[in-house]
């Protein structure tokens, strides 16, 4: 067995704060091999989290289990406790689903329904749990493609096929798409990763906005994003937490050696 | 890194390998373009001999009354016609709803024991003569009943048809990339949501061409049908009662000695190749192009409408 390692945190000590969600020991395996290491987090409610690491460090692995969409996947294990509002979300009288409802997920590659329209995209998660009165559907596919800076692309072509967008429009889809179930949390796995620097901006600027009244927890390679929109920064070397501080401490004052190296750039 | 002249001489070896590589090229063309021509022969002569000898057949007669006397070349097909459709449809009634269930339970529910077994025994199953599974209907309808009958045919052909609806739509559904699922799930829908509004909306088109194909291969049967509908000269009268198919009945006239018998045969060989063509057109429509489908009847309703 590996030795525990000890992250560096000089967060929520003596916490009297509100917690969205709280990740305990959690430790995720993919057959014998671990992929996250008893890894403790503690995410605050209205704030933007930011996990930063080089490939391959178990960062994509560790927010895919925060909406328990490793039961997908054959051979992954989930050890320890993912706490939402209190409840364990792996607890075994829980059923996901209505936790999944509370925390809407953006994947890294764009992944919009290919059979769908634009508007039937965004409002799937509703149409298809139950939702059918029209004009809330309309509400709702107006506000969050505005959420998304989709809305004055394409209002007016709302029935067209989503796979006839761009590539970083269907990725703004999948987002007013995310947001349309009305989560509270918002798992985002590297969402900018394929937009053009302007269309991340305004992605940036979203995440901005939404921290307002979502809890953010973001997947990023790209060490100035994580200082733009977040509150709060992990960093994950090999499936351990190295340090989880304020962002902007981590980045100015590092603790670790390993953390101070990676956020100079020598390596990743 | 390699150095300049390394880089220089590796680049020499790819400039000579232009010119075969080219050559390599236009053989492996010429090779697959063959073969195409080669599959697409017999296919285009069986085509052309058919209607070159059916069309002769053809007429209103041929295809709506029960047949004439052996060899006066009078009479038609109608009854083999009408039974072609009653037992193909009703195999598909029992045939396709358990197919597709089964390719769905292998597709997302495959990862265990049974299903593994289940595959292959489906495969195995695929392959059984189908006279086989003709004399099994035989033993476990025909024998006990004491009589033919029509669903006795319909279950010899459903037992051909589902294991190839199976194989069909597990492949199509394997090939829907899972982010559409993990994106289904994600929006905290139930699996069976996810599967049948997403992942099967994605997989329409493979698993409409596995139901066709399957549709195809029963449409053509035989031996299953001697055993079990036996073969008529009247129309459908009731389930319990032997009833004529196409394939009969182009069996029966091709073995008769008279010419205008067997004209009579490719007459009816070229009915049934219209026959599945048309249900496949007509599905694939359907199905694949629901809402064209849906605009078109609409516009007609209307167009009626201001006529009247």
Redesign the interface.
């Known amino acids: 067995m590996t030795s525990k390692t000890q992250t560096t945190s000089d967060l929520f000590e003596n916490d009297s704060e509100k917690f969205k969600m709280i990740a305990e020991d959690v430790t995720i395996s993919y057959g014998d091999i671990p992929a996250v290491k008893n890894v403790n987090m503690k995410f605050k409610e209205k704030s933007v989290t930011a996990l930063i690491g080089p490939s391959g460090c178990g960062k994509t692995t560790f927010l895919r289990c925060l909406n328990r969409m490793h039961d997908m996947t054959k051979n992954a294990k989930v050890e320890g406790k993912v706490m939402i509002d209190g409840i364990d979300l792996y607890s075994k009288e829980i059923d996901p689903i209505y936790h999944r409802r509370k925390v809407g997920m953006v994947f890294q590659k764009p992944n919009p329904f290919p059979t769908m329209s634009i508007f039937d995209n965004v409002t799937a998660g509703l149409r298809l749990n139950g939702v059918k009165d029209k004009r809330i559907l309309n509400e709702i596919v107006e506000d969050t493609l505005k959420m998304a800076y989709l809305w004055d692309e394409v209002k007016s072509d709302l029935k067209k096929p989503a796979v006839e967008l761009s590539g970083g429009q269907q990725q703004r889809l999948c987002i007013a798409r995310a947001l349309a179930i009305q989560p509270e949390v918002l798992l985002m796995d590297e969402p900018a990763s394929a937009l053009d620097p302007i269309a991340t901006q305004k992605i940036e600027e979203t995440i901005t906005e939404l921290k307002k009244e979502f809890t953010i927890i973001i997947v990023t390679h790209n060490m100035q994003q994580a200082v733009r929109v977040s509150d709060y920064t992990g960093f994950m070397y090999l499936g351990d937490l190295i340090e989880f501080r304020h962002t902007k401490k981590l980045f100015t004052d590092p603790k670790n050696d390993l953390t101070a190296k990676y956020v100079q750039g020598q390596f990743g | 890194m390699s150095s300049l002249e390394k880089r220089q001489e590796y680049r020499a070896l790819f400039k000579q390998n232009v010119q075969k590589r080219l050559i390599v090229d236009k053989i492996v063309r010429i090779i697959i373009i063959s073969c195409v021509i080669a599959a697409i022969i017999p296919l285009g002569s069986i085509l052309f001999e058919v209607f070159k000898n059916g069309i002769a057949a053809i007429s209103i007669e041929f295809l709506t009354e029960i047949p004439g006397s052996v060899g006066s070349g009078t009479g038609g097909v109608g009854p083999a016609i009408q039974g072609t459709l009653i037992v193909v449809g009703l195999a598909s009634l029992i045939g396709v709803p358990i197919g597709v269930m089964s390719g769905i339970f292998l597709s997302e529910y495959g990862?265990n024991r049974l299903a593994r077994s289940v595959r292959f025994f489906n495969d195995v199953f695929m392959e059984f003569p189908s006279i086989v599974l003709g004399i099994f209907a035989f033993l476990v309808i025909v024998l006990v009943l004491g009589h033919f009958s029509v669903w006795a045919g319909a279950f010899a052909l459903s037992l051909i048809m589902f294991p190839i609806v199976a194989r069909t739509t597990e492949e199509s559904l394997k090939m829907v990339?899972?982010?559409?699922?993990?994106?289904?799930?994600?929006?905290?829908?139930?699996k069976w949501?996810v599967t049948m509004?997403?992942v099967i909306?994605?997989a329409?088109e493979g698993m409409v061409t596995g139901v066709m194909l399957a549709v195809a291969r029963i449409g053509g049967e035989t031996a299953p049908l001697i055993m079990t509908i036996l073969g008529s000269s009247l129309f459908f009268a009731n389930m319990n009662t032997p009833m004529d198919a196409l394939p009969l009945r182009i069996w029966r006239l091709s073995m008769l000695p008279y010419e205008s018998a067997q004209l009579q045969g490719w007459g009816a060989a070229l009915v049934l190749i219209f026959i599945i063509l048309g249900i496949n057109l007509g599905v694939r429509t359907l199905v694949l192009h629901k809402k064209e489908t849906m605009q078109i009847l609409k516009t007609l309703k209307e167009k009626v409408g201001g006529k009247n």
Do not use: N, W
Not at chain 2, 177 to 190: D, K, V
């Open positions: 990862d990339p899972i982010t559409y699922r993990e994106a289904g799930t994600a929006l905290g829908l139930r949501v509004r997403i909306a994605a329409k």
